[in-house]
């Protein structure tokens, strides 16, 4: 076990999550309000140490940290350009939802384990990122899940709990399938770490048991049906399990398997292609005809995670990047979309965006905020969904299969089309009868969450105007993970 320079940073962003989380409930008995300073320092330094992590990476460091285990349970962290970018788009985006929670949670029955689940939740988060041991990505994935069941499952109503319950089996069976899809790579190639596997062919069967795995955690067809109900969480949960963490894991586990280690047969990407590409047309279409607002949003994340399966599944330089890009820009922007709505729902009352309107008088902010996100995600120029959009449809176009495209193309009109229909009925369509009322009693959240989706809502437009930065780190990442442009 070594200790020393940036491995310190890669050790630290694990580990003081994890166990901080266990100091939150003693903070909490300790003083008053002592829980949700400590979780939103914790999410700080995580963030700060996943971004000294980054900084060792990008200056040409070998980041490692390593702990031998018998049999083939050593635990070995390493950072790569992959595992860096995503550490700090994860850990950056979690730490602005906590800060948004002060104001949201904080007041609530609870609170105290909603701050403790969140940063272990985060904390499993980085493990899984930095992980190159396939046992242990397996454990901290599961981890996730259980802090996401306990999470959905927050007001503890007999709906919350049913629904807690169904995204806990829907993931977990995926997991199981990612299991038996591990102990196959290790019967045929005779080792789980990934560092052992680069370039090495592994069994179909073990590709398709790793393929069920990440669709269920992704929510990709057919396992999609679990997080639109993961809305009867609080709305910082659903930014956490939608823009931040949970569904991203999926696609994560995708690029570091199938675009950074084993190699992919093309009959497989073909698979996921037509997968992803029915699961953004559905999920597009639902969301089309969906009048809870935030059902909506978690329709349009099943949507977008299609596309990032478009560009990683393309195999080449630019869809790759693009995908990773749109890890980045869709996460940002979702995020802001579910805290806008958790600001809306707080204070208008409801979530039925046909009981909604005339909202931007009230809560000027939050609609700017909440359609600056909406261009993000929709792809308009110069926000950053845009490029990230057209990187994926221009490497799966280098790809072939124009057919699958095609698919893709409908989908990004329909996420055109509904995210407007929800930004004019909530912000600029007249007052309902209905909602006069809860119209009546809106007005702008507190700081902490005014100030969160605003920041969030800024850097998906800041994004765009400087995407030369993380599109030029991307373009470096694909260089060293081996993505060969045709």
């Known amino acids: 076990m070594n200790i020393s320079g940036s491995s310190f940073w890669l050790l630290a962003v694990v580990a003081i999550p994890v166990f901080g989380s266990f100091l939150i409930p003693l903070a909490g008995l300790a003083a008053r309000k002592t829980d949700k300073h400590l979780a939103l320092l914790l999410g700080a330094f995580t963030f700060f140490a996943a971004s000294m992590v980054l900084l060792s990476v990008a200056r040409g460091e070998a980041v490692s940290w390593h702990l031998s285990l018998p049999l083939a349970f050593d635990l070995q962290l390493d950072a790569d350009y992959l595992s860096a970018f995503m550490g700090v ?89 990612l299991l038996l899809g591990i102990i196959s790579i290790y019967a045929a190639n005779g080792t789980v770490d990934l560092r052992h596997l680069k370039g090495e062919t592994i069994p179909d069967f ?13 929510a990709t067809l057919p396992f999609s049906t679990w997080l639109p109900d993961a809305g009867v969480a609080p709305s910082p949960v659903t930014a956490l399990l939608h823009a931040a963490v949970l569904v991203k894991i999926g696609v994560y586990a995708f690029a570091r398997i199938f675009c950074a280690t084993v190699q992919l047969d093309p009959v497989w990407s073909t698979f996921v292609l037509f997968i992803a590409g029915m699961s953004a047309l559905v999920s597009g279409g639902a969301a089309l005809i969906e009048t809870d607002i935030k059902r909506i949003i978690a329709y349009s994340t099943i949507s977008q995670i299609g596309f990032i399966f478009l560009g990683l599944a393309a195999m080449n330089r630019i869809g790759v990047a693009g995908a990773l890009l749109y890890i980045l820009m869709h996460g940002v922007a979702k995020a802001g979309l579910f805290l806008c709505a958790g600001i809306i729902e707080h ?9 909604m309107g005339g909202l931007f008088t009230a809560m000027p902010v939050t609609a700017v905020s909440f359609g600056l996100c909406a261009f993000s995600v929709m792809g308009i120029p110069p926000f950053g969904g845009f490029f990230s959009k057209f990187m994926v449809f221009r490497g799966a176009a280098s790809f072939g299969h124009p057919g699958i495209v ?28 209905l909602a006069v009322t809860a119209g009546a009693r809106a007005h702008e959240a507190p700081v902490q969450m005014v100030a969160s989706v605003a920041l969030l809502g800024t850097l998906s437009l800041l994004l765009g105007i400087f995407v030369y930065y993380p599109s030029h780190y991307l373009e470096v990442l694909c260089s060293q993970i081996g993505i060969i442009l045709p």
């Open 347 to 355: 204070k208008a009352h409801t979530k039925d965006i046909t009981k």
């Open 406 to 433: 095609v698919l893709f193309l409908i989908g990004a009109v329909l996420t055109l089309v509904y995210l407007l229909r929800v930004f004019y009925a909530v912000f600029l369509g007249p007052q309902r009868p």
């Open 206 to 218: 073990a590709v398709l048991m790793l393929l069920l795995g990440i669709f269920s955690k992704s």
């Open 89 to 177: 788009v994860s850990s950056s985006i979690s730490a602005i939802i906590i800060y948004y929670s002060q104001g949201y949670i904080t007041a609530q029955r609870g609170h105290t384990e909603y701050y403790s689940i969140v940063t272990l939740f985060l904390g499993a988060m980085m493990g899984l990122v930095y992980s190159m041991n396939l046992i242990w990505m397996f454990v901290f994935w599961e981890i996730t899940a259980i802090c996401s069941w306990r999470l959905v499952g927050y007001y503890r109503g007999e709906k919350e709990l049913q629904k807690a319950n169904k995204t806990f089996l829907v993931t977990v069976f995926g997991a199981l399938c």
